[in-house]
């Protein structure tokens, strides 16, 4: 009996002793197991409305462009192709220098290139005069790459403009705009065909109005521009930055010399009246009185006492209005029609803006004292 309950006691003892090494091994792997439960948390602190964040400032990104301008604008200038039947004297040989020669010649086909600006649905195009000058042949391509050939409507060579004729339709005109309302720094846009690379855009800003006395043409209010210009340019576009055209480009100064940066174009202002009478009557009706004006610089001014600049008459046309008016060289004019002239480029555009037939109104100062004529306007001679 005794064996049997010393045997069930070491069989529990072993039992026992086998449970706990594995409630042991137990805790060791997982002591989680053992923890109590977590402790409440702690009550939340009342809620605080906070002001939104302010958004995060993104760079701004400023985008230039003018390509509105130029799609406005650029349909309407074209590029003008210019030839002449040139004949030229061919040098004696050694032979003939002394022997029995004959003048011998030969002809070639000069070829030039230019732009113009289409002013109406008719056909008109606006271009320079030195572009056209003496050629036998016009043929204009249009941005759309139809060809035709262009005639002479008439031209200008005191304003350096032009105005052909192309028969095509439909075709794009240009937008005049007003380049009195032009801005030293107003951002302007030349299209052309410089060097025959068709309706190239170049970019700048205006540099000077009424620029005059540059020796390009007889009569001169140019507006300056560092816009490149460029061979070809010659007769193209200048427009603003909405597309409206406001002035044709006509020449660059300097540039043998390295000089960049100077081009010039002739005011629309000045082309839509000098093509409104090229078109009405093939030629400009100008005025003139037969006077050859000379500047009066401010310190020659004040040497001879003149309260301000003015010009003086040089010269003057016998027969002439001026002479039957009682004008004399060396008489010193202060205003024409109560408008003081800047220059004596000035003067003769002054004169030239007056009709044939129209009275004339002249101010001056002779031997130091003022006076006062009336002249009878005449038509301007060509090249006078």
Partial sequence: MLGRLGSALIFVAGSVAGGLALAFLIVLMRPD???????????????????????????????????????????????????????????????????EYLPRYRQRIERSLGSGVIVDEEGH????????????????????????????????????????????????????????????????????????????VTHGIVSFTGRQQLGIAPLED??????PINFGNSGGALIDSGGELVG??????????????????????????????????????????GIVPEDVSEEQAQQLGLRQPGVVIGTLYVGSPAQRAGLQPGDLLLEIDGTAPRSAQDALGRIANHKPGTSLELHGVRGGRDFTVHATVGERPKGG
């Avoid at 977590?38 to 939340?44: C, I, K, T, V, Y």
């Avoid at 958004?55 to 701004?60: C, E, I, K, L």
């Avoid at 016009?138 to 008439?154: N, P, S, W, Y």
């Fill in 125 to 200: 195009i606006v271009t320079n005069h030195h572009v056209i000058a003496n050629a036998d042949s016009i043929r204009v391509q249009l941005a759309d790459g139809r060809i035709a050939e262009a005639h002479i409507v008439g031209s200008d060579p005191d304003t350096d403009l032009a105005v052909l004729k192309i028969d095509l339709a439909p075709l794009p005109v240009a937008v005049f705009g007003h380049s009195d309302q032009l801005k030293v720094g107003d951002v302007v846009l030349a299209i052309g065909n410089p060097i025959g690379l068709s309706q190239t």
């Fill in 222 to 227: 140019f507006i300056q521009t560092d816009a």
């Fill in 33 to 99: 197991l053992v923890r109590g439960p977590p402790p409440p948390a702690p009550a939340a602190a009342p809620a605080v409305t906070a002001a939104p964040a302010a958004p995060a400032t993104q760079p701004a990104t400023s985008h230039v462009s003018y390509a509105g301008a130029v799609q406005r604008a650029a349909p309407a200038v074209v590029n003008v192709y210019t030839a002449r039947l040139v004949t030229e004297r061919i040098a004696p040989s050694l032979g003939e220098l002394f022997g």
């Fill in 248 to 289: 044709i480009n006509t020449a660059i100064v300097a540039k043998n010399l390295g000089v960049e940066g100077i081009g010039f174009a002739i005011p629309v202002n000045m082309v839509r009246g000098v093509m409104g009478e090229i078109i009405a009557h093939g030629r400009v009706v100008r005025g003139w009185i």
